[in-house]
C-alpha cells in the first residue's frame, strides 16, 4: 500500500522559512514525477511545485525564486524548501506522486497529473 507522510508545517511569521518533509513508503519514488500542492479555506487546491524523476522542476509563479523542490530518492523522501514566507502563502500543503507513469519526462502541474496524495501539513504565516 503507498503511502504518502508530510511532515514540517507550522507557524512562522513572514518573511521565515519553513521545510516540508513528504516520506513515501510502500513504492520507491525514484522513477516517478512528485509534487507539491497547496489548500486555502475556501479556495481550490492549486500547484506549487512539481519535479521529474530526472530532477527537473517546475514551479507556480506565485512562489518563483522563493520556494525550492528538491528528492532524496535513497530516503524517499520530496522535500519542499520555503523562504520569504508570505501570509497569502497560509494553507494546507500536500504531497503528490504520480505512480501511473514512470520515467515521465513532461511537466506535471495538474491535480489530475498524480494519483497519490498524502493527508496535508498546515502551514500558517503570521503578519
Known amino acids: 500500500q503507498v503511502q504518502l507522510v508530510e511532515s514540517g508545517g507550522g507557524l512562522v511569521q513572514a518573511g521565515g522559512s519553513l521545510r516540508l518533509s513528504c516520506a513515501a513508503s510502500?513504492?520507491?519514488?525514484?522513477?516517478?514525477?512528485m509534487g507539491w500542492f497547496r489548500q486555502a479555506p475556501g479556495k481550490e487546491r492549486e500547484f506549487v511545485a512539481a519535479?521529474?524523476?530526472?530532477?527537473?522542476?517546475t514551479y507556480a509563479d506565485s512562489v518563483k525564486g522563493r520556494f525550492t523542490i528538491s528528492r532524496d530518492n535513497a530516503k524517499n523522501t520530496v522535500y519542499l524548501q520555503m523562504n520569504s514566507l508570505k501570509p497569502e502563502d497560509t494553507a494546507v500543503y500536500y504531497c503528490?506522486?504520480?505512480?501511473?507513469?514512470?520515467?515521465?519526462?513532461?511537466?506535471?502541474?495538474?491535480?489530475?497529473?498524480?494519483?497519490?496524495w498524502g493527508q496535508g501539513t498546515q502551514v500558517t504565516v503570521s503578519s
Open positions: 503528490a506522486a504520480d505512480f501511473a507513469r514512470a520515467y515521465y519526462t513532461g511537466v506535471n502541474y495538474r491535480t489530475t497529473d498524480f494519483g497519490s
Open positions: 510502500g513504492r520507491r519514488i525514484s522513477s516517478y514525477g
Open positions: 519535479i521529474t524523476w530526472k530532477g527537473r522542476t
